[in-house]
Structure formats: C-alpha cells, structure tokens
C-alpha cells in the first residue's frame, strides 16, 4: 500500500465553476478525513467519515461544498460555484484502528 | 473543542536535541495527546502520541507532564530533515475523532 492518495494534485479553475477532488484511503482504513489548509495555517477540519457514513462536518463546509464516501471506500469533496476564497489545500486522512492519521499530499486548489 | 498553545517558531543546532513545548490546560481525561509535523508542500506526517505515560519512538519522545496540561515532544539528535511545523493537538475519542490543529511551530534547524 503506497498511503494515502488525492487525486488531481493541482487544480486551476474559473470562479463559478464546480471542481471535484478524490482520496483514495489506504485499504481497510474505515476512518477518512478531509481538511483544508490555507498559507501560513494549521489544517482546517471539514468533515469526517466512519466506513461511509458522514459523522460529523464542520461549520466551514457551506452548502456550496458536499463529501461523499460511497462503499465506505474512496471519497470525493466537491465544491460548487468556486469563489476565490475556496483558493487553499485540500487534504484527506485516513486512520483504521490504530490512533495516528496518514494524510495524502493534498490537492491545491486555485481559484482564477 | 480543547484547545493547544504552541510557540510560533523555534531554532536548533543540527545534532542537539529539541524541546518543542505545547500547553493544553483544557484537556480532558479521554483526549490523547498527539503531535504531527508537515514538511513543506507536503501533508502531515504522525510523529507519536500518548495518553498519561511518556512515549517514546524512533523519530521522538513525548514527555507529559503529571496533570496533562503540558507536553513536550523531545527530538533527541535535530537533522535537517527535521525542519519542519510540528503541531500539536488533542483528539477526542468520545463523539468523533477528528484532528483539530493549531497553528504549529515552525522548526528552524541551523547547520
């Protein structure tokens, strides 16, 4: 298993349009997170999944934004109607049932 | 949500070891202490955690202190390759276990 993987690693796109990420855990990891981080500060958590139900979502993720986890294998973060403020990080952990996380290298997104 | 204070940044002679504090006077009793670092334009990276005994692992030690409200995690020889944020941070085990981070500590590492 080579870790956690994301899915593209840049992304560039127009304000207004709608862009979609993919995490790939590692395998039987039933535990997936996503965060986002910004220049200069620690990872934001957005929304966390336990085999595929969405347990918990942070008061960041606004409606334009939606997870999924189908299966309770990999999982998709898409945002809708980008703004320039979506510019950030994305990044995807996975955990099974030790306590540590593995992140994935993140997927920057840049908002035009 | 338990909240962690770290020092913004921090220097180090390569091959001398490193205190990197962290305070968390809030911490409850089923809150584990963990600390990750980040290497730039990559993700977090696990370093080691613990609950109330001291820890140690091949990358560090992680010294808490007697009432949970502080810890220190301990690189015993910095390297170059140890310049990095280190973070630390509580997770919960009661009602999600989701990471929240601060802002981190920015490791400096001079040769």
């Known amino acids: 298993d080579t870790g956690v993987s994301q899915d593209p690693r840049h992304k560039i796109t127009k304000r207004g349009q709608n862009v979609t990420f993919r995490c790939d855990p590692i395998s039987e990891h039933n535990r997936l997170y996503w965060y986002r981080q910004t220049l200069g500060q620690g990872p934001e958590f957005l929304t966390y999944f336990q085999n595929e139900a969405q347990l918990e979502k942070s008061r960041l993720l606004s409606d334009r934004f939606s997870a999924e986890r189908p299966k309770g294998s990999f999982s998709t973060l898409e945002i809708q109607r980008t703004e320039q403020g979506d510019s950030a990080m994305y990044l995807c952990a996975s955990s099974g049932r030790g306590q540590e996380a593995f992140f994935g290298q993140g997927t920057r997104l840049t908002v035009v | 949500d338990a909240k962690t204070t770290q020092p913004n940044s921090m220097e180090s002679n390569e091959e001398e070891p490193v205190h990197l504090p962290c305070n968390h006077s809030?911490?409850?009793?089923?809150?584990?202490i963990h600390w990750y670092r980040q290497l730039p334009s990559q993700g977090p990276e696990y370093v080691i955690h613990?609950?109330?005994s001291n820890v140690n692992n091949r990358m560090a030690s992680l010294a808490i202190a007697e009432d949970r409200k502080s810890s220190t995690l301990i690189l015993h020889r910095a390297t170059l390759r140890d310049a990095a944020v280190y973070y630390c941070?509580?997770?919960?085990?009661?009602?999600?276990?989701?990471?929240?981070f601060g802002t981190g500590t920015s490791l400096t590492v001079i040769p």
């Open positions: 613990g609950l109330t």
């Open positions: 941070i509580l997770r919960h085990t009661l009602g999600g276990n989701q990471f929240y």
């Open positions: 809030t911490i409850s009793g089923t809150d584990y």
